[in-house]
């Protein structure tokens, strides 16, 4: 597992001092005169929605059973990353969402599932958990791990704002090889998007710290399987090109 986060040092990319400005200057000038009268915030679900070709429907975001474990074993995994030590699952991910008000409606919907709805989501956390501490290694101070950490950029003078809240970024920017790595903890089956996610996850950290990401990582606490990838200039320009095609849509949405 450390092998696949950490890769081949030897041959991490060098940081391209100017690689994040053309990045920027991209983005700025697809963005020019795009104006929605409010700012608009991009997020991965956001760019999702934008970009899929089914309608939506009304109940598109409703919390269903699998949002409320993804959310679960997220708190899960930021408290193993930073303790080392799960006790008891449910109460303790609970704990952590209760804290937060943000998840205060999907704590109520958990809290109103049936007392067989609610065992079985207790029983694959308890699993997933298992999983998770069985798997996932102990990082070292060095690698400098910070959880949930989130990321906002701001384009067009406001008009747009890029956010992402990463799990895990460890490692500290560079100017010689890249330094920083990025992992996503998901309770689902693979898909293809979610390394869409983690590519856009990888822009976010280049243009905020001027450095690209020397690899991103999705972590499967379902199968304890994780599937990394070194970032490339291909990479992250695919980003871009996702992010402005997105943002036409939203603004076609809103005009």
Known sequence: MLAAIRGEPATRRQVDPGLAGGLREWLEDGLSSFSAGSPVVVTKQKMRDALSDRPRRADDHAITVAMALGALMDALFRQFVTTGRIEDPIREALAALEIDDRRSELVRFVRALSPDA????????????????????????????????????????????????IDLLIGSPSTGRSSTGIVDAKSGQPRLVDREDLHFYALLETLRSGAAPFRVATFYTRTGEIDAEDVTDDMLTSSVRRVLAAVERMGEGVR
């Open 118 to 165: 609610l065992a079985g989501l207790g029983d694959e956390v308890e699993t997933q958990c298992a999983i998770l501490v069985s798997r996932w290694p102990r990082l070292a101070a060095a690698w400098m791990p910070r959880t949930q950490e989130s990321i906002a950029i701001p384009l067009a003078g406001g008009e747009v704002v890029l956010i992402g809240v």
